[in-house]
């Protein structure tokens, strides 16, 4: 059975930093790609960030790019997200997805519960 | 303002058919595949349509998807009180080199 468990979140300061973790397991993790999706408070969803399988090609939202990177560390089975520099609007739940396929670009077949960000003073 | 739209809404009576709609551009759902997914209130996204038309196994028959040109459609037939979500189509856009959601339908089985 495909599990995935976000953790890391929670409450930072405009500017703060933060790291999302997601512990994969039931598939072989090296073999899929992965995606960060997020949804702010009673909104839509947004796609932030997503690795393929073999973490040679990455690729992220405008709104996140140059302040969030993604990683895998694949002896774990874990997809991470270091958020920097982070604004209010970045407040949402993530969530971690597994594609797929082996690009970014495939669907999203399994999904985490999500892991709760707050960016507040 | 989604790149992807979707009407905010949508609704409909126990056994009727209902479709969302989804329009993009030729960056987009013109030249990538179509997704759909299906969020019920409280839960994490489920994916519902793959590939334009595909199901993932579990998903009944009653969900379809299509696409033609630069615009997708999923249906619903035989709506049932539990097919109340919301509903996000999804693609990849050549341009953005990144993943696009719409911006939600909100499905209400009146």
């Known amino acids: 059975e495909v599990q995935l468990l976000e953790s890391g979140g929670g409450l930072v300061q405009p500017g703060g930093s933060l790291r999302l973790s997601c512990d994969a397991s039931g598939f072989t993790f090296n073999t899929y790609a992965m995606n960060w999706v997020r949804q702010a408070p009673g909104k839509g969803l947004e796609w932030v960030s997503g690795?393929?399988?073999?973490?040679?090609?990455?690729y992220y939202a405008d709104s996140v790019r140059g302040r969030f990177t993604i990683s895998r560390d694949s002896s774990k089975n874990t997809l991470l997200l270091q958020m920097n520099s982070l604004r209010v609007e970045d407040t949402a739940v993530y969530y971690c997805a597994k594609g797929r396929g082996t690009s970014p670009w495939y669907a999203l077949d399994y999904w985490g519960q999500g892991a709760l960000v707050i960016v507040s003073s | 303002q989604s790149v992807l739209t979707q009407p905010p809404s949508a609704s409909g009576t126990p056994g009727q058919r209902v479709t969302i709609s989804c329009s993009g551009s030729?960056?987009?759902?013109?030249?990538?595949?179509v997704n759909w997914y299906q969020q019920l209130p409280g839960t994490a996204p489920k994916l519902l349509i793959y590939n334009n038309n595909q199901r993932p196994s579990g998903v009944p028959d009653r969900f379809s998807g299509s696409k033609s040109g630069n615009s997708a459609s999923l249906a619903i037939s035989g709506l049932q009180s539990e097919d109340e979500a919301d509903y996000y189509c999804?693609?990849?856009?050549?341009?953005?080199?990144?993943?696009?959601f719409g911006g939600g339908t909100k499905l209400t089985v009146l």
């Open positions: 690795s393929s399988a073999t973490s040679s090609d990455t």
């Open positions: 030729n960056s987009n759902i013109g030249s990538e595949i």
């Open positions: 999804a693609s990849w856009d050549d341009t953005l080199h990144g993943r696009l």
